[in-house]
């Protein structure tokens, strides 16, 4: 039995994909780490295949046509026997005893062949993440002790409330495998920031939520080419509004709030986070082009669903990327650059 299925995409990875790799391994035998070669020109497909030759039993490579990392995750999604599923990109890594602690929870939960039926199993677990500047000797943990219960099975109906500095990503969850099937969440191929649409998308389908306070995910944060980058992410734009409207309208949240009310309510203020970004770095480039690109964005909102524009506009976060005028837009642009700076996000 494979208790966890980690998908790793890798792109050019060969600098640092050992780290990853090397820290995923721990689990031994209960999981399996799949290594998605997704076309890359350097040593990437070498290293994969050595891992895959040097543990058979645990480490999958697989080579394929470049597709972007969302298409990468779809792939490993495909192929995954875990009960779980785990992405964990190329220069990132999980914490060696948060690992152990994670994996020995899991095992607990699916003892007695309560696995094969599904009962009583958490559809999600959540656990911390590490915004590491490793090259700086800096780090900062976000972590849910206000959202959720410590090591307590609970819903969205008994949550806490979310801070402005937290939100739900990809590398602070690991769904049950068929949830993410059963919500049928397909991520777009060649086009940066869907993590954004996996960590959105299969919400709805969750039911039982469990809550480690375990620094698990380490993310790296630094490298110039990195998709948050700020400079990177402002020639990206496009990929960004895309995602972003991808996630808008995605998931019927009018469906979600009869069932699930606090669930609607995060999910608006995550649609909210998405179109701040948007806004910001569309600011930030400082053409008439990007401006015309910001109302569009906008617009696009308004036509699918009026009542959610009206919200982000007046009553979230997003609006206040979107005010009027020069001094709206010099705003806007100084409470980002503060927010950066006491969040440490890049």
Sequence with gaps: MKYITFTVPCYNSENYMR??????????SDVEIILINDGSTDG?????????????????????????????????????????YKVVDSDDWLDPDAYKKLLARVKDFCGGGRA????????????NYVYDHLDEGKARSMDYRNVFPVEEMCGWNTIGHFRPSQYLIMHSLMFRTNILRKSGVKLPEHTFYVDNLFSYQPLPYV?????????????????????????????????????TELVAECVDLNEVKKKYPRLASYMTRNISIMLSISSIHLLL??????????????????????ALYYRLRYSTLSGLTYLPGRLGGRLTISGYRFARKIYQFQ
């Design 19 to 28: 780290r990853c790799i090397d820290s995923l391994l721990t689990g031994g």
């Design 44 to 84: 990437t497909a070498r290293i994969a295949d050595e891992y895959q030759l040097t543990y058979p039993d645990i480490v999958r490579a697989v080579h394929k046509e470049n597709g972007g990392h969302g298409s990468g995750v779809n792939k490993g999604l495909e192929l995954a026997r875990g009960i779980y």
């Design 116 to 127: 094969e039926f599904g009962e009583d199993l958490p559809d999600l677990f959540v656990c």
């Design 207 to 243: 039911e039982r939520i469990f809550y480690m306070n375990i620094d698990l995910y380490h993310y790296y944060l630094g490298r110039e080419d990195q998709s948050v980058n700020e400079k990177v992410l402002m020639k990206r734009i496009d990929q960004q509004i895309r995602v």
């Design 285 to 306: 480039i400082k053409t008439a082009e990007a401006e015309q690109k910001r109302r569009d964005m906008w617009e696009r909102i308004k036509a699918h669903n009026a």
